[in-house]
């Protein structure tokens, strides 16, 4: 393959840090090697990487639906690696899921509702319904709507807005664009972007519209089969053989 990682940028401050992550499926399967990385607060991070490298099971490690077999991950400095999910999610880590597992039976409110089961007071829970809508206008105007009969592009912007009502210091989204028209994609990437602007919030996100990606994130990684071979800004990742090759197809 030639290139060689460039060594890790200073993890000074990091909110996310991992470090020599290693994940196995049963006996055989080792979807994740030593995988280091790191998010700072208020930052925007992209993984790329095929189907198959170990993307979903690397945000499902941080969220703590799989259990790596070894190494560290810390959150705001602390070590999370023996919480169970819902204390991650206490501690502000979010993940919207792939294929974004909505309740489809329950209408768009009731999918909200559920997001905040952190902290159940009704002033927080309306101040929380209030803050997501105006982010997905639309999710208002079909709030009383089942979840199962939204679009695909309402119903991944209904799988963000669940995960923000838990108030995340950390959103990690797992391939939101997938199986959405472009103009849907657009939306709901310029509504990252505006919640970035407006509260900072720290990203990591799986996408596999590549040039979309690293338009909204600073700084990327590259996985491939369970490694990280490549990081770097957006800027470098983008001018990159690897990635100009393997995801641009230039
Ligand atoms: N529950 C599981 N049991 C066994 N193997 C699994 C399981 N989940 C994932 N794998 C395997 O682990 C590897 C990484 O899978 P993962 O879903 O993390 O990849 P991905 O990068 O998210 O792929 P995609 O782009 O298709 O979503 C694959 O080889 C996959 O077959
Ligand atoms: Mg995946």
Do not use: C, W
């Amino acid at each position: 393959m030639g290139a060689e990682p460039a060594p890790p940028v200073s993890r000074d401050g990091a909110l996310l840090d991992m470090r020599d992550v290693e994940v196995a499926y049963g006996a055989g399967v080792l979807a994740l090697q030593g995988v280091s990385l790191h998010v700072r607060p208020g930052e925007i991070v992209a993984l790329i990487g095929a189907n198959g490298a170990g993307k979903t099971t690397l945000l499902k490690t941080i969220a703590g639906l799989v259990a790596p077999r070894s190494g560290e991950i810390r959150f705001a400095g602390r070590p999370i690696g023996d919480l169970e999910a819902p204390d991650r999610v206490r501690l502000g880590v979010a993940l919207v899921p792939e294929g974004r597992r909505l309740f489809s039976r329950l209408t768009v409110a009731e999918n909200l509702t559920l997001g905040t089961f952190t902290n159940a007071e009704a002033a927080h829970r309306r101040e929380m319904l209030d803050r997501v809508y105006t982010l997905f206008p639309v999710l208002r105007e079909r709030a009383r709507q089942r979840a199962g009969t939204l679009s695909g592009g309402e119903g991944q912007m209904l799988a963000i807005a669940r995960a923000l009502m838990s108030r995340p210091r950390f959103l990690m989204l797992d391939e939101p664009s997938l199986g959405i028209m472009p103009r849907l994609v657009d939306a709901i990437l310029e509504a990252l972007a505006r919640l970035h602007r407006a509260e900072g919030l720290a990203m990591f996100l799986v996408e596999q519209n590549v040039p979309a990606a690293l338009e909204l994130a600073t700084r990327g990684y590259v996985l491939q089969t369970g490694r990280v071979v490549l990081e770097g800004t957006s800027r470098d990742l983008l001018g990159s053989e690897l990635v100009r090759k393997a995801y641009l197809g230039m």
